[in-house]
């Protein structure tokens, strides 16, 4: 199973990313994760995103592209994923979309994690003093939800369009959160199957190693 997560910052994706994948046996895949690894080990790659994440800009397409292409061709393999927080533009939609369909794969679902503002900022606020994250202050909050608007909110047409995309409402407790995530995608694996699709076969490439 191939699952994309858009919702704004503060709307729960990685909580609930983890959760699903362990429940499903799917890797995680989050690039906010992996740029802030990157960042912490001072690579090359860490240098050039640091100033675009403690900003709370996006870090530009081919930067973002380039770190996550080798751990999606990877997961797909070994039997699917959960990407959380990408694509986040148009550009990296077409491009994920492009390097899917030379491969015969294809997303499954597109989730947008609903949530009102006043919940997000309540929210953020309450994690930038429990893991004080650098791009968690006031001012990159509320910058970050704007990048949401303009950058990240066109996906959800993108996808509309494309038939995968299930709206689920991210408020209340994250238990039952979960449950109604879970139960979505119980119901998009079954409906796959009783259609006959099973998993593509994978064709090793290895330029993209
Ligand atoms: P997150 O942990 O998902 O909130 O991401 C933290 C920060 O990492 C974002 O504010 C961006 O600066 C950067 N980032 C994460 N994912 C992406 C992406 N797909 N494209 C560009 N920048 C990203």
Known sequence: MRVLLIGPPGAGKGTQAARIAAHFDLAQIAT???LRGEIAADTQLGRTAKGYVDRGDLVPDELVITLTKARVV???REGGYILDGYPRTLAQAEAAHRW??????????ALLFEIGTDELLARLAGRARQEGRSDDTEQTIRHRLEVFQSQTYPLIDYYRQRGILVRTEAVGPVDAITERICAVLHWHKARALAAGADRPEWTFDPADE
């Open 74 to 76: 990877k997961a797909n």
């Open 32 to 34: 906010g994760d992996l």
């Open 100 to 109: 899917a369909t030379a491969r015969g794969v294809s997303f499954d679902l």
